[in-house]
């Protein structure tokens, strides 16, 4: 990968009721990182989750009244993005786009994240990415 695009960070996971996914994942040995999220922004509420030499997961379902994460829901898609930490989100954006991915998602603020920006690119193979503001902007 392009030194653009960054360090991984963490697996994007789908769930239609979030308890019920954490106690799934608590029993392959995970445990949940920080507190649960709400981001009525982007209409999901989660947590991220950590197991000792595996990835990092963030686990998300849809707040009431949100649609965000229904389609990859019913299309059966658990894990749906991949996402890096980038120093420079417009450059990893050019990048993405260089390689004909699309924005999905402009760069904004994430509650997650502590209001760092975050932004969702799709490539062709249809693969969403999301690029993480690096926490050490130069």
Known sequence: MSPAIGSFHHLGYACKRLGSEVSFFELQGYKKEGSNFEDEDQGVRGC???SENSPRIE???????SDTLTPWINMGMGVYH???EVE????ALEEAKKNRAIVVVEPKPAIAFQFRKIAFVMYRNFRLVEFIESKTLK
Do not use: R, T
């Not at 686990?59 to 009244?65: D, Q, R, V």
């Open 59 to 65: 686990l998300l379902e849809n707040l009431e009244g």
């Open 48 to 50: 991220f989750m950590v």
């Open 88 to 91: 420079n989100i417009f450059a």
């Open 82 to 84: 991949f996402a890096y």
